[in-house]
């Protein structure tokens, strides 16, 4: 069983078995507090699922694009998840999932996946088709473009369809990970360590000048 997890936009856990049969689907769509619900959701798509954490055998972290405070804590909540059990984190970028989803739905082609990245700006990768695993054939992005821009005439997303994405399904992140598990993924080491995809540093930074103690 692969538990799947995405904070990259709301909050989403998922339970799918490895032939991408997604059991169940637990989601906040709020796209703040992802900490104070990620263990309730954990629990809830568990039950609801009718397995134990013992089934799980791997772990889908849904990458990004997104919030850098948001999209780590499904980050962190997953690999903590898979090195308590010993069991492989599959890194799934987020929109790649969103993409997965497309292809079953939508026409054959050129599309962009398009997310609110906040700041008025919005997250955009594009697709053409799926490979020879099934997976969705990723041909630029992910970057960040205005909100106010053009897509018909931006480079990236020339002739390619909009697809205005408002949340991502961890069922479609663990059905990526089903894609990629069939194919032959294995893991670089005990957990998978891939960059996210943030797009945008911190707000936060390390101050450089120490402060000064008065005795």
Known sequence: ???????????????????????????????????????????RVLTDAGVSPGDITHVAAGMGPGAFTG?????????????????????????????????????????????????????ITVFDGADERGLPRRVGGPELRPRTADLAADDLTS??????????DAGDVGRVAALALAAGWQPTGALAETEPLYLRSPDVTVGHAPKKVSA
């Open 1 to 43: 069983m692969i538990l799947a997890l995405d904070t990259s936009i709301g909050s989403t856990v998922a339970v799918v078995e490895p032939d991408g049969v997604v059991r169940a689907v637990a989601a906040s769509e709020n796209t703040l507090g992802h900490a104070e619900i990620i263990g309730t959701l954990l629990d």
């Open 71 to 123: 999209l780590r804590i499904g980050i962190a909540a997953g690999r903590a998840f898979a090195l308590g059990r010993g069991i492989p984190v599959i890194p799934v970028a987020s929109h790649d999932a969103a993409a997965l989803r497309h292809l079953g739905t939508g026409p054959p082609g050129r599309f962009a996946i398009v997310t609110d990245a906040r700041r008025r700006e919005n997250a």
């Open 159 to 168: 002739g390619a369809e909009i697809v205005e994405t408002a949340a991502i």
